[in-house]
């Protein structure tokens, strides 16, 4: 049987709780539970590679950050995202072995650190956009302003934020590698948070960049690069709708992608959150025949067998 190559994207509730505090023994709880939802999957033996969020986590990092800073230097945002593809990384990759072993499934997991290229004169960097950290009252918002050139805005009346550019993922340092591993069977855990966003500086070095890449938009990047078969973004809620939120609400499931874009001139996906998955699954479609699924950890086996999700195809 021909293997199928399979990249898995990880919404944020995939490892950590909603409510609750967010302790290492919560994280390890929903990693668990979310490893158990995969292991189908895995037991399959198709090459496997899955990516992450890393929103709550990363916010955490920069909060920490701030309320030491006196004591212990800031570390800039492409530091703090990789931070959290180590931590996340290491829960989820525990998690996994774990979960491999009491299913007697005998594959590895390894994660890499992922970088990923953004364009130099990606016009986002004129028009920071993504909300990231803790909240500021107004006074300390301005200072920052001043002090280290932060972009701030005001949030819903919840205070002001940094803001950062979101820049396109151009190209993916590792993508080689990562292929590589989970053809030999290895579950490789790549991509957390979207990647770490560096760019080409004069002199041909490599150089981090302070911006956040869309982990959507990065792991259908990387699903073209891996020329992944399937390509599967899980989140909250069992599939992409029309009317969303609305008394008329309807799902989508089985779709072309010329429907879908029509559906997404309708405006029926929000912004920085179903709009980045619609859109990720079109790009990986673009000029490539594949499956790509979107819906929700509990329906992931019913979807593959075409019951559940949304599914786009040509
Ligand atoms: P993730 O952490 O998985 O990326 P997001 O919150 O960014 O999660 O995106 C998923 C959310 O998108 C859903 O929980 C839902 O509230 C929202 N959403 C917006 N528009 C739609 C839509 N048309 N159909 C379904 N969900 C939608
Ligand atoms: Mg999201």
Known sequence: ???????????????????????????????????????????????????????PQVGRVLLRNELLRDQIPPAPLDVCVGSTEGTMGYILQQALLNELRRNSVERYVVTMITQVIVGRDDPAFQNPTKPIGPFFEKDKADALQVERGWAMV????????????????????????????????????????????????????????????????????????????????????????????????????????????????QGHFQAGSMLPKVEAALNYLSGRRGLSIITRAEDLQEALAGRAGTRIRH
């Open 1 to 55: 049987m021909k293997r199928r190559i399979i990249l898995v994207a990880l919404g944020g509730n995939a490892l950590f709780p909603e409510g609750g505090k967010g302790t290492v023994e919560e994280q390890e709880a929903i990693a668990k539970r979310t490893c158990e939802q995969l292991l189908p999957l895995i037991a399959t033996g198709d090459p496997i590679v899955i990516t992450h969020g890393n929103g």
């Open 154 to 265: 005001e949030d819903a009346g919840r205070g002001y934020r940094r803001v950062v550019p979101s820049p396109k993922p151009e190209r993916i340092i590792q993508s080689k590698m990562i292929r590589r591993l989970a053809v030999v069977g290895h579950v490789v855990i790549a991509l957390g948070g979207g990647g770490i966003p560096i760019r080409r500086s004069e002199s041909g070095d490599y150089v981090g960049v302070e911006a956040v890449i869309d982990k959507d938009l990065a792991s259908a990047l990387l699903a073209s690069q891996i020329k992944a078969d399937i390509f599967i973004i899980l989140t909250r809620v069992p599939h992409a709708s029309l009317n969303y939120g609305k008394p008329d609400e309807r799902p989508i499931g089985e779709i072309q992608p010329r429907v879908l874009r029509r559906y997404i001139r």
